[in-house]
């Protein structure tokens, strides 16, 4: 019995949603009375060992060149024997780009339930309870699940990351592992950017910025704030920003710290999108704004004017 | 060339979400349907375009839920594609779900569609678990996705940017905004629809490896605090002081 913690990395390093599953694993590990232990595929150039500042003692690693590509087909049975091989009786992905690709299928394998997109630690008080968001943030569903193996993938943003002392044994493990049926041909990054769905901080901007010209002073916020950057579904239609940018319910979904929200009304499928950030702050010339019911933090003011206003104030609180 | 759309139905986006029995069940009064959009605007739409281009492509709709599922996936028939199955059951868990549709996807299809997510569970596991009982390759979160002959080109969104891959089919894949765009049915589809044939099975045996024990609202938002525009660095200090934001 243990828990054993998938570990996602990209080209050799591992994801900042990872560190947070970590936590959240360990802190599951001495909730059961249990240890928790990680897994990572592929090779990896950061330290395994100092995974045990996250709470975990043992770090399994499967070195194959197949697996430094995410191919769901061939993760999934590596995953699923290495747990098997470990004897981990949880499992816990972030629910992440990879853990969304992966999960669904070790679940498959190992006739394990599953609860997709966690929000908190499980209720093991009488079974095993797992809170999750449902209706895109607008509620939560408390899910019981029933199987033996049980699988968590936990939204990313919502377990506060701890790191304290310690240090992992890291132990290769031998799994045979598959030939891939999918080629990449291509990985384009955009670089110089933080991800949206990784970033802390999230400074969006909508049609009351009236024109692309007019993002210098939401990309210069952005910049002093360590920011990724994001827009409304009107302004990634018109081509004002790439559509990558989108954020809403039929866009990219965001749960980041810190969301602001310059020159968008706040229409009902945008809130699906960002309803998951801890502090959102609107600021917005029309008072009447959807936006401000959802907001923690709000200017009724021109953007044009608070924007550059807020960017220097941020600026001398920095200098402090 | 033979496609298997996935079609759900949930609640529309602007519905007030409550729920009755204790908390134990979604409070459908009022509640306006439609088709899951990721369903629709992506994996449908481009399944027909698919169809638009070969004639010879039969697009299936399959659907799991009672009867009243069916004014749902009759709009989706209107949109496009050349019958639709009703798995004559209901459910929440993903493994009981993906378990249904697999029964179906097994025979015979080189294509299975699925939204990214629903817009009520939020799971994003239907087109994995489908993808691993049929021993199929799975891309998910899918951008883009080209046919030529057997072979299926897909952009994926990845975090920072996006991976372009080859793969021989059959596989599944899950669709996202991109893919295709939004179309709206127009009257000759709306009345074609009608006729189009919506065969009802009976579910396979599956045992559920989970269930929603209740559902809770999350508590209510202590309200916006206004700053003026006058004194934009006391929402600096908000930020810093109060919220521990930045």
């Keep these: 019995m243990s828990v054993l913690i998938f570990v996602d990395q990209s080209e050799g390093h591992i994801k900042k949603a990872s560190y947070e599953v970590l936590t959240y694993g360990a802190k599951l590990a001495e909730q059961l009375g249990t240890v928790a232990e990680a897994l990572v595929l592929g090779s990896v150039s950061d330290d395994l060992t100092a995974l045990g500042k996250y709470g975990v003692k043992k770090v399994h690693q499967v070195n194959n060149d197949t697996l430094n590509h995410l191919d769901a087909q061939v993760y999934a049975k590596v995953i699923a024997e290495a747990v098997t091989a470990s004897g981990a009786n949880v499992l816990v992905f972030s629910h992440n780009h990879t853990g969304k690709a992966v999960a669904a299928r070790v679940a498959v394998r190992l006739k394990a339930g599953l609860v997709a997109g966690a929000c908190a630690l499980p209720d093991t008080t009488n079974g095993f309870v797992v809170k999750k968001t449902v209706f895109s943030g607008k509620a939560f569903a408390n899910v019981s699940i029933t199987s033996a193996i049980k699988i968590i993938s936990l939204n990313p943003n919502s377990y506060t990351t701890i790191a304290g002392e310690g240090s992992a044994e890291v132990n290769q493990l031998s799994v045979a592992v598959d030939a891939s049926k999918v080629k990449v041909t291509a990985v384009n990054k955009v670089s110089g950017e933080i991800p949206l769905t990784e970033a802390e901080i999230v400074v969006s901007g909508g049609r009351g910025l009236k024109g692309p010209e007019n993002w210098g002073i939401l990309l210069n916020l952005a910049k002093e704030l360590g920011a990724a950057t994001a827009c409304s579904r009107p302004v990634g239609d018109a081509h004002w920003r790439p559509h990558h940018e989108h954020v809403g319910q039929t866009g990219v979904q965001v749960a980041p710290n810190l969301y602001i929200a310059i020159g968008i009304s706040g229409a009902i499928q945008h809130l699906a999108g960002v309803n998951r950030s801890k502090v959102i702050v609107v600021i917005n010339k029309d008072p009447e704004a959807p936006f401000f019911k959802a907001a923690d933090y709000g200017i009724v003011g021109d953007a044009f004017e608070v924007v550059p206003k807020l960017t220097e104030e941020i600026k001398k609180m920095k200098a402090k | ?246």
């Excluded at chain 2, 074609?192 to 024990?213: H, I, N, Y």
């Design chain 2, 1 to 246: 060339m033979k496609i298997l759309v996935c079609v759900s139905k949930t609640p529309d986006t602007t519905s007030k979400i409550a729920f009755t029995d204790g908390n134990s069940k979604f409070d459908e009064s009022g509640v306006q349907w439609i088709i899951n959009p990721y369903d629709e605007w992506y994996s449908l739409v481009r399944a027909i375009e698919l169809k638009e281009k070969d004639p010879a492509t039969v697009v299936h709709l399959v659907t799991v839920g009672g009867a009243d599922v069916e004014p749902i996936i009759r709009k989706a028939l209107a949109l496009g594609g050349d019958e639709a199955i009703r798995i004559n059951t209901d459910g929440s868990d993903p493994y009981f779900i993906a378990s249904q549709i697999a029964a179906i996807a097994k025979d015979g299809y080189d294509l299975v569609f699925t939204g990214k997510e629903t817009i009520d569970y939020n799971g994003s596991s239907i087109g994995g678990m489908v993808a691993e009982l049929i021993d199929a390759p799975y891309i998910s979160l899918a951008t883009k996705f080209e046919l030529n002959g057997n072979t299926a080109t897909v952009s994926r969104e990845i975090e920072g940017g996006e991976e372009v891959a080859e793969l021989a089919l059959p596989a599944v894949v899950s669709c996202q905004k991109g893919v295709a765009e939004q179309r709206i049915p127009n009257m000759r589809g709306i009345m074609a629809a009608r006729t189009k044939p919506l065969k009802v099975v009976e579910p396979v045996a599956v045992d559920a490896l989970t269930t929603v024990v209740s559902f809770e609202l999350p508590p209510a938002k202590a309200g916006v605090k206004l700053v003026s525009p006058d004194n934009v660095g006391e929402l600096v200090r908000l930020l810093h002081e109060e919220a521990k934001a930045i």
